[in-house]
């Protein structure tokens, strides 16, 4: 009904728009030729009317969230679809928000993957209204709950019985506790992903309640838990998710070599693990080594683990690939470890050393036993120097992306990379002072192929082959989440490790926002 009427009152606004053109075009003069291009224009420029729609669902899902509201604002049939054709929907979940559910998803009636996002310094939605969220989004499959301190164990539970296919979960700065994340796992069998952070309900002591294994220990495929004072809570769950692949442990208070021994005995599927500033020596690391088929491993921050610990992890764990190590400048991991690792871990693709102090006697060796080595960044280091980047440029074949920060390195140590490293396609370097612009410059000139990136650490970033000042920075473009239904809500992320921004550093965003740049440029030159 509400169609016909919408599609009558655009068929008389296109006759009345036609009748004025035609008026208009009587009133001067213009060609016969002109006069038959324009009417062929007008009978063609409604053809999308005539688009079926589900060929219009996917034109808005290629759209930007900016553009998609716009569009929602062309007519009701737009409307409708765009709502319909909505996947992923992100909500200011402030205690307002509770009388406008029933509309918004009446509207957005497809949202599979849903954000609730409150400031930390304004009331959040309860329990009442997560679960008429759940009653509309049954076939909900993401969650993401933040700073949404309102919601207590008996929401969670009933948002759980609703949301049985729920798939990822993530919670911050939330209050609810043991109960509710137990109530999740119990009712939500299909759950490969949860992160946990600042889980303020959690009870921190013996009085603890555990949490897991529960039925989705069965699915769950990644665990990452940020900032709790009482983690090893989780432990019985991480002991039953046998299907585990990857671990993440980032500032948890705890014991953690206790428990790694009874993990990795039950758990032989880990093939990531990472670890910052949580209390582990080489007695978890030895436990750690017995799962052979681990692949990735982050030791940031963790002072007390030793070259022994890592000689016992790449002696046995002859899969690795990645491997990232915040040294923290206490020393204790050095040469020796480093050695060990070259000798045993020969598919070694990607090596991040912050804090570690290698000399030319390990680099050396890690660049002839491990050929596959395509990343490397050596920062915050005072044995690494010329002869260490020169021994680099002769040996490692396959590099491709070398960052080097806050070391005693010259323009000599730039210019043997001018002959050396035949794959070699980015450098950066960055607070190194032996580092002078004309060092750069005449690397970038004798291979032009080459990227290079230099950053004196005085807010000047100057980027290679077109010399556009850059903001100073790793080189990674921030990312802008797009939102609907709420004004703009940004999601807390403080405090990130230095081998979280060097890691994409070497996985390749700095070429997009690099080229983008680029491209940004050359279009503003040619329109002047």
């Keep these: 009904m509400g169609q016909s009427v919408s599609s009558a009152k655009l068929t008389s606004r296109r006759d009345c728009n036609h009748s004025q053109r035609s008026y208009s075009k009587s009133a001067v003069l213009i060609s016969p030729m002109k006069t038959e291009e324009a009417e062929v224009i007008d009978e063609l420029s409604d053809f999308i009317s005539d688009l079926p729609d589900e060929c219009l669902a996917c034109v808005f899902q290629s759209l930007t969230p900016a553009d998609r509201k ?32 029933p509309s918004i998803f009446s509207r957005f009636d497809a949202v599979t993957k849903l954000a609730l996002k409150c400031d930390r310094r304004s009331v959040g939605i309860g329990d009442e209204a997560l679960a008429s969220i759940s009653e509309r989004c049954r076939n909900l499959t993401r969650l993401k709950l933040r700073a ?149 491993l982050h030791l940031v921050k963790t002072p007390v683990c030793t070259n022994a610990g890592l000689g016992a992890v790449a002696e046995k764990c002859k899969l690795l690939r990645k491997l990232h190590i915040d040294g923290w400048k206490a020393n204790r991991i050095g040469d020796h470890g480093l050695i060990a690792v070259a000798k045993s871990c020969s598919n070694l693709q990607e090596l991040v050393l912050i ?84 060092g750069a410059d005449w690397l970038r000139a004798n291979r032009g192929s080459l990227s290079v990136n230099l950053d004196m650490g005085e807010h000047l970033d100057v980027t290679a082959n077109d010399g556009v000042v850059q903001d100073n920075g790793d080189g990674i473009p921030p990312v802008v989440a797009g939102q609907i239904g709420a004004p703009g809500i940004a999601s807390s992320s403080t405090a990130r490790s230095t081998s979280f921004k060097l890691s994409g550093l070497l996985g390749g965003r700095s070429f997009m926002a690099c080229t983008l740049r680029r491209l940004a440029s050359s279009n503003g030159s040619s329109r002047s």
């Design 148 to 296: 949404c301190r309102d919601l207590t164990d008996a929401g969670m539970l009933a948002f759980a019985k609703n949301c049985r296919g729920l798939k990822k979960l993530s919670c911050g700065s939330c209050t609810f506790g043991a109960k509710g994340m137990n109530a999740v796992l119990d009712n939500c069998p299909a759950l490969e992903e949860l992160s946990v952070k600042r889980l303020r309900g959690i009870i921190d002591g013996a009085a603890a309640e555990p949490i897991g294994p529960g039925l989705a220990a069965a699915s769950l495929k990644t665990i990452c838990l940020k900032e709790l004072y009482n983690g090893q809570c989780f432990g019985p769950l991480i002991i039953g998710a046998r299907n585990l692949r990857s671990l993440k442990l980032f500032r948890c208070s705890g014991d953690w070599d206790k428990l790694f021994p009874l993990i990795m005995d039950q758990v032989t599927s880990i093939i990531e693990i990472h670890m910052e500033r949580i209390q582990v020596s080489d007695v978890g690391l030895k436990a750690i080594s017995n799962s052979l088929n681990l692949e990735i």
């Design 355 to 438: 804090g570690v102090n290698p000399t030319k006697l390990s680099l050396e060796m890690l660049a002839s036993n491990c050929q596959n080595l395509e990343r490397l960044a050596l920062c915050g280091s005072d044995t690494v120097g010329d002869a260490e980047i020169c021994c680099i440029a002769l040996k490692c074949i396959a590099l491709k992306k070398l960052c080097i920060k806050s070391c005693p390195i010259s323009d000599h140590g730039m210019e043997a990379l001018a002959s050396g490293c035949p794959n070699l396609v980015k450098v950066k370097v960055k607070k190194c002072r032996g580092v002078t612009p004309e």
């Design 70 to 101: 716009r569009c929602s604002l062309v007519c009701r049939r737009w409307l409708r679809i765009e709502g319909q054709s909505r996947h992923r929907l992100s909500l200011n979940a402030q205690s307002d928000l509770h009388p406008l559910i």
